[in-house]
Every structure is written in structure tokens, then in C-alpha cells.
């Protein structure tokens, strides 16, 4: 059963950096992709960023994510990065990670089966 864990979220101030952590488990495919989503209070959520098992680039559906947020990992430890930085009030909300096999060479987005249960992340000074 695949488990994904969140965790690095808290308050901080406009201008701030912050690390999520997205740890995995029960992972059983060779390609998959992990989702980086947020969803603040009566928003529809939103894509952040995505990338490979196999890789070591950041995807994105909004190329105004990229230069903000970024993805990495460490395979050692099943765990996927999400550094923020240049935050701004805008965007608080809770972020969620997301995983889902996919063929290799395909889209990173697409369908996620298995979602965390998100971390909050509150921008204010």
C-alpha cells in the first residue's frame, strides 16, 4: 500500500524560503511521478510542481511556478523535495504530494492515485 507523508510546513514571513518533505512508501513501480499540489481555503487546488523517480528535472503546469518552486530528492531516504522560496501571502495554503506510476518518457502530469495528507504552509509577517 503506497503511503505518502508530508511534513516541513509552519508560518513563515513574505520574502521567506521553506522545504516541504514528501516521505513514500509501498512504492512498487519502476517510473513514477511525484505531485506537488496546494490548496488554500475556497480555491481549487493546484498543480506546483512534478517530477520523476528517474530524473532530476521540475515540471510544471504554470511556468510562473518555476524559479519559486523546485524539486529534489533523495533516493536513499524515498523522499521528494519541494524548496519554496521568495514566498508571499498568496501563497499560504495546505500542500499536498501525490504519486502515480507512469510509462517512461511520458507527461509527468496526468492522473495521482495516491495523495498525502498535506502540510500547512502560512505566509504572513
Known amino acids: 500500500q503506497v503511503q505518502l507523508v508530508e511534513s516541513g510546513g509552519g508560518l513563515v514571513q513574505p520574502g521567506g524560503s521553506l522545504r516541504l518533505s514528501c516521505a513514500a512508501s509501498?512504492?512498487?513501480?519502476?517510473?513514477?511521478?511525484i505531485g506537488w499540489f496546494r490548496q488554500a481555503p475556497g480555491k481549487e487546488r493546484e498543480a506546483v510542481a512534478c517530477?520523476?523517480?528517474?530524473?532530476?528535472?521540475?515540471?510544471y503546469v504554470d511556468p510562473g511556478m518555476r524559479g519559486q518552486f523546485t524539486t529534489s530528492r533523495d533516493s536513499a531516504k524515498n523522499t521528494v523535495y519541494l524548496d519554496m522560496n521568495s514566498l508571499k501571502p498568496e501563497d499560504t495554503a495546505t500542500y499536498f504530494c501525490?504519486?502515480?506510476?507512469?510509462?517512461?518518457?511520458?507527461?509527468?502530469?496526468?492522473?495521482?492515485?495516491?495523495w498525502g495528507q498535506g502540510t500547512q504552509v502560512t505566509v504572513a509577517s
Open positions: 517530477t520523476f523517480n528517474s530524473d532530476d528535472n521540475t515540471y
Open positions: 501525490a504519486t502515480a506510476f507512469r510509462p517512461y518518457g511520458s507527461n509527468c502530469w496526468g492522473d495521482f492515485g495516491s
Open positions: 509501498g512504492i512498487t513501480f519502476d517510473y513514477y511521478a
